[in-house]
């Protein structure tokens, strides 16, 4: 019915936010991290994506920070047992990149970190979604995007440090070429330690 709705966010609350549509307040259910993305757009024109939950005796709306994780959402809802609420749960815990993850890895111990979502439902989550979710090229773009971020942010901290020691910025990239920043950084700082004392 409403794929996304833009007006002012007129209220924030752990569960749901309010945005001012041109007078009208719609109330919208929100995961916890749709909540943490809104934190400081309070009284700003907001952009949240929509699904109208609609049951027997209720009707409720759901509002998403992103596409990406409206299209969770509604990958989530269509699996046996879980309802709207399980599915913010999951999504208040859970980035997409970690959801796309942990159902490819088959780690339903993970699901179950969402408050109120059990073993069987999170072995249902990643046992239906399992073959589904790598169309999803966006999550697999964030995984990539977050793992080069991390790796500048360890190279950038590996820099700073040994500058302090009289190497060149230049010298040290060069020596941290090819290394695999998913380790301790003291073991990182060491190794290319080593490489730039044999090169001198």
Same mark, same amino acid.
Request: with cysteine; hydrophobic share 40%; charged share 25%.
């Given at each position: 019915?409403?794929?996304?709705?833009?007006?002012?966010?007129?209220?924030?609350?752990?569960?749901?936010?309010?945005?001012?549509?041109?007078?009208?307040?719609?109330?919208?259910?929100?995961?916890?991290?749709?909540?943490? *993305? #809104?934190?400081?757009?309070?009284?700003?024109?907001?952009?949240?994506?929509?699904?109208?939950?609609?049951?027997?005796?209720?009707?409720?709306?759901?509002?998403? *920070?992103?596409?990406?994780?409206?299209?969770?959402?509604?990958?989530?809802? =269509?699996?046996?047992?879980?309802?709207?609420?399980?599915?913010?749960?999951?999504?208040?815990?859970?980035?997409?990149?970690?959801?796309?993850?942990?159902?490819?890895?088959?780690?339903?111990?993970?699901?179950?970190?969402?408050?109120?979502?059990?073993?069987?439902?999170?072995?249902?989550?990643?046992?239906? #979604?399992?073959? *589904?979710?790598?169309?999803?090229?966006?999550?697999?773009?964030?995984?990539?995007?977050?793992?080069?971020?991390?790796?500048?942010?360890?190279? *950038?901290?590996?820099? =700073?440090?040994?500058?302090?020691?009289?190497?060149?910025?230049?010298?040290?990239?060069?020596?941290?070429?090819?290394?695999?920043?998913?380790?301790?950084?003291?073991?990182?700082?060491?190794?290319?330690?080593?490489? #730039?004392?044999?090169?001198?």
């Amino acid at each position: 019915m409403f794929y996304y709705l833009r007006g002012t966010l007129a209220v924030l609350r752990q569960g749901f936010a309010v945005l001012d549509c041109g007078g009208v307040g719609f109330r919208l259910a929100i995961s916890a991290s749709t909540f943490a *993305s #809104l934190s400081a757009s309070l009284g700003k024109e907001t952009t949240l994506y929509t699904y109208l939950s609609v049951r027997e005796n209720a009707m409720e709306l759901c509002g998403f *920070s992103s596409e990406e994780e409206l299209d969770l959402f509604e990958k989530l809802i =269509d699996v046996s047992g879980v309802g709207p609420k399980a599915a913010l749960s999951i999504l208040g815990v859970l980035t997409p990149a970690e959801l796309i993850r942990a159902c490819a890895d088959g780690d339903y111990k993970a699901v179950t970190r969402a408050p109120g979502v059990g073993s069987k439902t999170a072995q249902r989550v990643v046992l239906e #979604l399992k073959g *589904s979710l790598p169309d999803l090229s966006w999550g697999a773009s964030e995984a990539h995007g977050s793992s080069v971020e991390s790796s500048r942010n360890t190279l *950038s901290q590996i820099t =700073d440090t040994l500058v302090l020691y009289g190497f060149s910025r230049e010298e040290i990239q060069d020596a941290t070429r090819g290394m695999d920043f998913d380790r301790p950084i003291e073991e990182l700082i060491a190794d290319t330690l080593r490489v #730039l004392a044999s090169k001198r």
